[in-house]
């Protein structure tokens, strides 16, 4: 495995497939509630995206925005692993290495929402605190944050 930063080698029919792979695995299946194209391209343009490849396929995606440099708060928006490889701590891989890239940036803190309580525990076990159950008007169980510290 092996694990990059940024989506600049990364084809959007590539990303495409592994949304398709992994959408019917969120509690609320991602088709058709988000547009591939549109998430490729803030992917791409505006977050942090950190992959996850075997044999150049994405079987991990993390992307966390990290352009709030008022509030110097990054959100994690999203974080997926083809279920074929669990169990490898690409999600926790993922988002150490997303911390680093925010810190990179300026970021202080990362928040993240999730319905999912494995991946709830995943982000505990990295640092997070639950600062929230159904938080505000979102669909989510539980809202997390991360403060980040110095390099």
Known sequence: MEYKVGLSDISEADFE?????ISDDFMVPLLPRIDVHETYTKFKN???????????????????YC????????YTTFVGADKEYRGNHIG???MLLTIDEARKKGM????????NPIAKRMYENIG???V??????HSYNWYLEKELGDL
């Open 92 to 94: 926790t891989n993922l």
């Open 108 to 115: 202080e803190l990362i928040g993240v929402h999730t319905n």
């Open 17 to 21: 497939k592994f949304i398709i792979k």
């Open 46 to 64: 505006l977050a942090v995206s950190v992959v996850c490849l075997e044999s150049n396929k994405i079987i991990g995606l993390a992307a966390t």
């Open 132 to 137: 929230a159950d159904k938080s505000g008007d």
């Open 67 to 74: 352009n709030n440099l008022e509030t110097r708060k990054g």
């Open 128 to 130: 997070f605190s639950q």
